[in-house]
Nanobody, 126 residues
Framework: QVQLAESGGGSVQAGGTLRLSCAAS?????????MGWFRQAPGKEREGVAS???????AYMDSVKGRFTLSKDSAKNILYLQMNSLKPEDTAMYYC???????????????????WGKGMQVTISS
């Protein structure tokens, strides 16, 4: 089992910044293969925003490249998503998720994730 505790969501104006955090704990937290952030806007499918794999690589969705930065404190098992230059189209529920099994890049496979956080609302006003 892995428990994911998310924090940092909220509402800001366009051009603003937010920093999301996700702390992983539990028996399987030292077996995490990949970890990432996903989002879902009303009426839209869930999509991968940014993820990191066990090999230390990072992946981002095209629309956030250059604006969002993913980082991980491996010692504490905390994943951070620094979001700059936010746009109204970034408005969504943001979820942290992890997988403890080998597989393809997390970013493109939200349906294959093993554990999910409760989610946080991020609202960007114009």
């Amino acid at each position: 089992q892995v428990q994911l505790a998310e924090s940092g969501g909220g509402s800001v104006q366009a051009g603003g910044t937010l920093r999301l955090s996700c702390a992983a704990s539990g028996q399987e937290s030292n077996q995490i293969y990949c970890m990432g952030w996903f989002r879902q806007a009303p009426g839209k499918e869930r999509e991968g925003v940014a993820s990191t794999e066990r090999d230390g690589s990072f992946a981002y969705m095209d629309s956030v490249k250059g604006r969002f930065t993913l980082s991980k404190d491996s010692a504490k098992n905390i994943l951070y998503l620094q979001m700059n230059s936010l746009k109204p189209e970034d408005t969504a529920m943001y979820y942290c998720a992890t997988r403890v099994r080998y597989g393809s890049v997390c970013l493109d496979n939200y349906f294959g994730m093993d554990y999910w956080g409760k989610g946080m609302q991020v609202t960007i006003s114009s």
